[in-house]
């Protein structure tokens, strides 16, 4: 028997020595060279199933050649259709000018004076953001690919006015987000730039049927941006003002509260119970002359606390203040001089005279006290809502 594919001899059921390759016959036992015993189940030679896996193995290999071409045939029409057919090519220019023409549109109608406010800048921003990323993703599909023949300087400006648009929106964002950045100014001739350039490539730019150029003008942007720099430094210097002025006025308040503070301090530590001080003298525990000393040094107390209050700087809104305080003063030095003249009149033995302004002067003295305690009332009221506005 024969192979019929190489023509070699075939002794059906022979088995090979696993040792030293020897062919022996089927029924043998022992390899006739080196004596190994045979092993069946890995050794035994089977010419049917040799024929069948090399019948196998050809069509494979025929199989895998076929499916090789229709791989490469198949990428070799992707490319053809999607890079060297001239309609797709041109269908990227249209999509292009599509994406140049929103965001164009987007973000000249948004920055026209008055339309920026301060609760919409974010969600603007945003909105500007997702438009150069679609123009970004544009820019990769040009940048990628060759361009197509006879379209080699098109493409090369359709790239550079993509760059622009996208350089254009991200200082845009920049701008809107941070008006008062130290380098806007910079970033607004870049704009200015950057949008001459585009109106002149999308003009530059010409293929079938699609007209590149923009609906809306674009060289208006540095323009209006430069309005909304404008008026946001204009509300920053008010801004700046405002806060000085808040801040002088509060340095103001903060020093006449202090004065106040310290006026209070002197009015509390000179006063005087003149009255307890009367009961004394009648029972002999004080001399004429240390009563009248006392009497002296508690209107020259209130005399110097008058004086100092009524020379106060008063910031806007406490003048009333003053004047409450003032007013106790005021009343506080009559006492005085009341109880002044009823000593002098007890000390000349004018008693009934004495006891009338002795009465008169209690009554003074209520009323001083409830002057001053609606006094510190409000005064205290007052101090914590103006230090704390």
């Not at 060289?219 to 404008?230: D, E, I, R």
């Not at 003298?281 to 606390?305: K, P, T």
């Not at 003032?326 to 005085?336: F, I, K, N, P, T």
Request: with cysteine.
């Amino acid at each position: 028997m024969f192979c019929p594919y190489c023509g070699a001899a075939i002794h059906q059921g022979e088995w090979k020595c696993r040792s030293c390759a020897t062919l022996n016959d089927k029924d043998a036992k022992f390899c006739k060279n080196c004596g190994e015993a045979q092993d069946h189940d890995s050794h035994q030679f089977n010419i049917d199933d040799y024929i069948q896996r090399f019948r196998e193995y050809k069509y494979f290999k025929h199989i895998m050649i076929a499916l090789a071409l229709l791989i490469v045939s198949i990428a070799g029409s992707s490319y053809y259709f999607n890079n060297m057919n001239e309609g797709n090519y041109l269908k990227m220019y249209a999509e292009a000018h599509r994406s140049l023409n929103d965001a164009t549109s987007i973000v000249v109608t948004n920055t026209k004076p008055g339309a920026i406010k301060p609760e919409n800048a974010e969600e603007l921003s945003k909105q500007l953001q997702s438009e150069k990323d679609e123009i970004d993703e544009e820019m990769k599909s040009f940048t990628s690919r060759k361009p197509f023949a006879g379209y080699t300087a098109q493409h090369e400006a359709m790239i550079e006015l993509l760059q622009k648009e996208s350089s254009v929106l991200e200082t845009s964002i920049q701008v809107i987000k941070s008006p008062l950045n130290e380098d806007v100014d910079n970033a607004l001739n870049e704009v200015k730039d950057n949008t001459e350039q585009i109106k002149n490539l999308s003009g530059q730019i010409n293929v079938s049927n699609t007209v590149m150029t923009l609906d809306d003008d674009i060289t208006v942007l540095p323009a209006q941006l430069k309005a909304y720099v404008t008026e946001q430094r204009k509300l920053e210097e008010e801004r700046k003002r405002i806060e000085a002025e808040k801040q002088a006025r509060l340095n103001e308040l903060k020093t006449f509260f202090a004065e106040m503070d310290e006026a209070i301090e002197r009015y509390n530590s000179a006063k005087a119970d003149t009255g307890g001080m009367m009961e004394s003298l009648r029972n002999g525990g004080m001399i004429w002359a240390d009563y009248f000393r006392v009497l002296n040094q508690a209107r020259n107390d209130r005399e110097g606390v008058r004086y100092k209050v009524n020379n106060m700087k008063c910031p806007q809104g406490t003048d009333q203040l003053r004047k409450d305080f003032l007013q106790v003063l005021d009343d506080s030095v009559r006492y005085c001089d009341v109880m002044k003249i009823g000593a002098n009149l007890q000390f000349n033995r004018y008693y009934a005279s004495a006891y009338q302004k002795e009465e008169e002067a209690k009554k003074i003295n209520e009323n001083v006290q409830k002057e001053y305690a609606a006094f510190i009332a409000n005064y205290n009221e007052s101090k914590s809502s103006m230090l704390n506005e």
